[in-house]
């Protein structure tokens, strides 16, 4: 069997985005399916559009979806050497040569094509063929190289996602491998990088088809066996449109600052694409055992952020409350959370989480047991009436001595309201108030257990 070899191969001209991590996902667990390696590789030869951060960027993206790779990064800037010997071998071996029609020519060569309403490419000026006699060349003019794409004949492969593509070799061009100053172009570096790195497996945009049937025939031409392609369809927006700012963040490290869980993005990403019968909630271990590259979609996936926030609840959900705590805190620090005095802040998740689609909305709910109560005077008014005040004197002396804990808290209270002929509200409501400042709390001896028996006593006495 063959040992499998996959390679996520950004360019780096931005931030790691949603159809980025799910491409480098499958990659990956297509790798950890087979116990294969899985290589990291950046395309950095756009000079213009590339940047460092950006490179920083996918690997940080990279990091905290936890997708880590066995080889690399390679970055291809450092591999132009080896570019320039493939080119030298291509012309060498008469399946690449130097073209030395200018620019302008190809323009009107092109211009001349579509005016004869043919597709305009270039016409083979420079291609040597047996018995052919090329121009003479033009004196100061360096030369580009060409792939010596077949004439005939047609490129087909079996895509794993697609199922079988076939181009005619007419529709192709004879490629650029090299510029006149000797850099060569992306599809050339991709095929010798696909080579070089032993790769088996091709996941892929599906913006890149176009580009497999001339990497294909570069890869024939210098003698590399062909990876199996597939080719991912694109994510889109909830309305149909290619995915963009419009439609929320699209860049992957927002999604930490916003407060979901890289479970929750991996797993979100692993369905964006591909099913497991009725599956929707599966670790990464289960993912990357069932992942064989069947059951991927073949229609575009739609990005729907209500899902995303229902699988992050979920995770939240299933998440362990120090964890929680450690990633909500720093947000409440900025909040002005007052930490001293106040419950821990792990059980207060705990009880808080079942409702929580994000970290943030989590640390913000959380905050009514870190602020000092400032309850509305109306309110209070309205709920500590007459009625209300002896009951709560009563509560005050139980509390005293009452077992801290959830039961023993709700036995004492309705021992409270049966004494005073109470209903749970009259007393739950006001002592919300004296206790957070607000109504609306989880079940009143809940909150009651999580604060320190002398935090309560000392609230509710400066109300007697
Ligand atoms: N660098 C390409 C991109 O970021 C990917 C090329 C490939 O996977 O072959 O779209």
Known sequence: MTVVRTRFAPSPTGYLHLGGARTALYCWAFARHFGGTFILRIEDTDLERSTPEAVRAIIEGMEWLGLHHDEGPFYQMQRMERYRQVVKQMLDAGTAYHCYSSPEEVEAMRERMRASGDKPRYDGTWRPEPGKALPAVPADRTPVVRFKNPLDGEVSWDDVVKGTITIANKEMDDLVIARPDGTPTYNFCVAV???????????????????????????????APLPKYGHLPMILGADGEKLSKRHGAVSVMDYPAQGYLPEAMLNYLARLGWSHGDDEIFTMEQF?????????TKSPAQFNPEKLNWLNNQYIKLADNDRLASLARPRMLTEGAEFNHNPPLAPVLGLMKERANTINELADAAMLFYRTPQADPALLAQHLNDAVKPALAQFAERIETVEWHKPALAAMIKEVLTAHSLKMPQLAMPL???LVGQLQTPAIDA?????DRDVVLARVRKYL
Not at 288 to 296: A, E, G, I, P, S
Not at 447 to 451: I, M, Q, R, S, T
């Open 432 to 434: 919300r108030l004296i």
């Open 447 to 451: 909150v009651l257990e999580l604060f």
């Open 193 to 223: 990088d696909d080579w070089d790195m032993q790769i088996t497996h091709v996941l892929r945009g599906d913006d890149h088809v176009n580009n497999t049937p001339r990497q294909i025939n570069i890869l024939n031409a210098i003698g």
């Open 288 to 296: 990357c055992q069932w992942f064989d590259l069947n059951n991927l």
